[in-house]
């Protein structure tokens, strides 16, 4: 968190997960409390950053989304969110509904803006079209999958037609397609989110990148994990991208991306 603060990094994006441990302190959402306790230590100041949360929908109708958010900024210690994600909604969820919903959290200060998060392209056309018959905000932004490997979410026929038409900038996430972009899987016996997964025909779609893209790193003497941030940085309506880092140095490395050029940025694009 530091070291993302002295890059200038200012967009910080929680999210609420469930202890899955049986040791945390609370059941639900104990990530948004640690994430808090960082932001106070690593010496953030609440009015330079940019803060996002997420809706999950996981208790709905029992639980509003006033109940969820308020129970979100509880447990982060945060008055307010500058940005709150829809995620894919549950069944008997509409479009008009979640308007509504975020419409209120809007209203009352809880959220200053709001987006989607993998949604399809039919669902956020309707989501903009009934924002603006109600006169209220419409979605700003959709996080969505966007990779090397993986750029239908963004490129595909139908999105970019969803896209333009709503008017939201993209959020990228799974940049590194789960850390099968950084290079760590070439090394024996890597641990990771997909060390149990390598077989899997996406991952291995991913891994089959790490030679030309480690090439491609050496020659112009940056990461492959910087490269391939830089590609989704690049992407059309993008305008920034999610990264976890466990490290301080991943955090510089993975910024990076930002020094990466034109003329390189082509290169990628034809891997």
Same mark, same amino acid.
């Given at each position: 968190?530091?070291?993302?603060?002295?890059?200038?990094?200012?967009?910080?994006?929680?999210? +609420?997960?469930?202890?899955?441990?049986?040791?945390?302190?609370?059941?639900?959402?104990?990530?948004?409390?640690?994430?808090?306790?960082?932001?106070?230590?690593? !010496?953030?100041? +609440?009015?330079?950053?940019?803060?996002?949360?997420? /809706?999950?929908?996981?208790?709905?109708?029992?639980? %509003?989304?006033?109940?969820?958010? *308020?129970?979100?900024?509880?447990?982060?210690? /945060? *008055?307010?969110? *500058?940005?709150?994600?829809?995620?894919?909604?549950?069944?008997?969820?509409?479009?008009?509904?979640?308007?509504?919903?975020?419409?209120?959290?809007?209203?009352?200060?809880?959220?200053? $803006?709001?987006? =989607?998060?993998?949604?399809?392209?039919?669902?956020?056309?309707?989501?903009?079209? =009934?924002?603006?018959?109600? !006169?209220?905000?419409?979605? @700003? @932004?959709?996080?969505?999958?966007?990779?090397?490997?993986?750029?239908?979410?963004?490129? !595909?026929?139908?999105?970019?037609?969803?896209?333009?038409? %709503?008017?939201?900038?993209?959020?990228?996430?799974?940049?590194?397609?789960?850390? $099968?972009? %950084?290079?760590?899987?070439?090394?024996?016996?890597?641990?990771?989110?997909?060390?149990?997964?390598?077989?899997?025909?996406?991952?291995?779609? $991913?891994?089959? /990148?790490?030679?030309?893209?480690?090439?491609?790193?050496?020659?112009?003497?940056?990461?492959?994990? $910087?490269?391939?941030?830089?590609?989704?940085? !690049?992407?059309?309506?993008?305008?920034?991208?999610?990264?976890?880092?466990?490290?301080?140095?991943?955090?510089?490395?993975?910024? +990076?991306?930002?020094?990466?050029?034109?003329?390189?940025?082509?290169?990628? +694009? %034809?891997?």
């Amino acid at each position: 968190m530091r070291a993302a603060r002295e890059l200038g990094i200012d967009f910080l994006d929680d999210a +609420r997960y469930d202890d899955e441990t049986g040791k945390a302190p609370v059941a639900t959402g104990y990530s948004e409390v640690v994430f808090g306790e960082l932001f106070r230590a690593a !010496g953030w100041q +609440r009015d330079e950053v940019v803060v996002a949360n997420k /809706l999950w929908f996981e208790f709905w109708p029992e639980q %509003s989304v006033q109940e969820e958010l *308020d129970g979100s900024l509880g447990r982060m210690g /945060l *008055d307010y969110v *500058d940005l709150i994600y829809a995620t894919w909604p549950p069944k008997n969820l509409g479009a008009e509904e979640i308007v509504d919903g975020v419409a209120g959290l809007l209203a009352a200060g809880r959220a200053r $803006a709001w987006g =989607v998060v993998n949604w399809p392209p039919e669902l956020l056309r309707e989501a903009t079209r =009934v924002a603006a018959a109600r !006169g209220v905000p419409a979605p @700003c @932004c959709a996080q969505l999958p966007y990779s090397l490997v993986s750029r239908s979410w963004v490129e !595909g026929i139908d999105e970019v037609d969803a896209l333009a038409e %709503s008017g939201v900038a993209v959020v990228a996430s799974a940049v590194l397609a789960s850390g $099968a972009l %950084s290079g760590k899987y070439a090394e024996p016996r890597a641990s990771g989110r997909v060390a149990g997964r390598l077989d899997d025909p996406t991952v291995r779609q $991913a891994l089959a /990148l790490g030679p030309p893209l480690r090439e491609l790193s050496e020659r112009h003497a940056t990461t492959p994990a $910087a490269l391939a941030i830089a590609f989704a940085l !690049g992407g059309p309506r993008v305008a920034s991208v999610l990264f976890g880092a466990t490290r301080a140095e991943q955090v510089r490395e993975n910024a +990076r991306a930002l020094e990466v050029g034109p003329d390189v940025l082509a290169e990628l +694009r %034809s891997l």
